[in-house]
């Protein structure tokens, strides 16, 4: 079997510890039904291929294979014959670029066995191993101990996400109520739609992790539900953030909006203020502009200089007036 390229770790523990040795992986799968224990295998993006070769090993039914190697799952559990599947989303943010991308990571869980695929960018799981490694009254309780910490391993990763979230949101209602004359509806519209691509990844695990802590359910043992109903707890919270990030963003959006309206406008005000000083003075240049012989004032000497000065008081005036209004 050569898929040492795709298989990150793989292990055998009895009573929370690991058992040293090279072992072949058939050998320590023969090994957990006869004297117990579980095997933790880890796998990075396999092939169809690399796959079903483990899958034979452990005997996996066929639809979960395939769900496996597609890496297009909504978060979900399903129950088979001796068999768990369980998909969760991972998220990474570039912080460089405001930008959210996912992966998946499946878990296949049995009695003697938990086999976890990962997809994708997030998460690294070789953390999660090594903490669980020192705890060994963890790992005692089985594989589905092991999904509890990878789970919670997640959720963090999530609450972490949302809080590097929230600056940039700070960030856009800074610029939209800063008072300068610039609109930043591109850069919501960017960032709400890499808000949605994260709410899309979290919030689907809701339901699953509320089948596992349910108090009916016999997929988990008593003494671990209660860890999946504080996991269940702290997605909640990331859920609700996200949520109130994403309408924070919407009002953002319409304030926006408001400002860039209202700046028009003020445009339009001024410009028609500055349309009406012109007016006075074009219509009088106009009326003394015809050619007739008989016009009043033609022959009168101070007839310019009142002309002028009038015109010089009335677009005082409406300066004055303008100015007043808030026009100018």
Wanted: proline share 4%.
């Amino acid at each position: 079997m050569n898929n040492s390229n795709v298989i990150v770790d793989f292990a055998l523990y009895e009573n929370g510890h690991r058992v040293e040795g090279n072992l072949p992986l058939a050998q320590l799968i023969a090994r957990t039904r006869q004297d117990g224990g579980f095997v933790w295998l880890g796998m990075a993006e396999p092939t169809h291929d690399e796959f079903d070769q483990i899958a034979n090993e452990f005997d996996f039914h066929p639809l979960a294979v395939e769900d496996a190697v597609s890496a297009k799952q909504r978060p979900k559990i399903e129950d088979y014959a001796g068999l768990t599947f369980f998909v969760m989303r991972t998220v990474f943010y570039n912080e460089a670029l405001s930008e959210v991308t996912t992966g998946e990571i499946l878990c296949f869980l049995g009695d003697h066995f938990i086999v976890i695929v990962r997809h994708g960018e997030g998460t690294p799981l070789a953390r999660v191993r090594h903490e669980l490694e020192f705890r060994p009254e963890i790992l005692a309780q089985g594989p589905f101990a092991v999904l509890h910490a990878v789970v919670d391993r997640v959720i963090d990763a999530y609450t972490e996400i949302a809080g590097e979230l929230e600056i940039d949101v700070i960030e856009i209602e800074n610029k939209v109520f800063s008072g300068k004359r610039q609109t930043v509806s591109e850069e919501i519209y960017f960032l709400k739609r890499e808000l949605i691509e994260y709410r899309h990844a979290i919030e689907p695990l809701v339901v699953p992790l509320q089948i596992l802590s349910a108090k009916t359910s016999n997929m988990v043992a008593e003494d671990l539900k209660p860890f999946f109903r504080d996991a269940a707890d702290h997605l909640m919270r990331a859920c609700e953030y996200a949520s109130g990030l994403d309408s924070l963003l919407g009002a953002a959006l319409q304030a926006d909006l408001a400002h860039a309206q209202v700046q028009q406008n003020e445009d339009m005000r001024r410009i028609a203020a500055w349309v009406a000083l012109g007016v006075a003075p074009t219509m009088v240049a106009g009326i003394y502009g015809m050619n007739f012989t008989h016009m009043p004032e033609l022959q009168w000497r101070y007839g310019y200089p009142m002309v002028v000065g009038g015109l010089i008081l009335l677009t005082g005036f409406l300066v004055l007036k303008f100015i007043k209004s808030d026009w100018l």
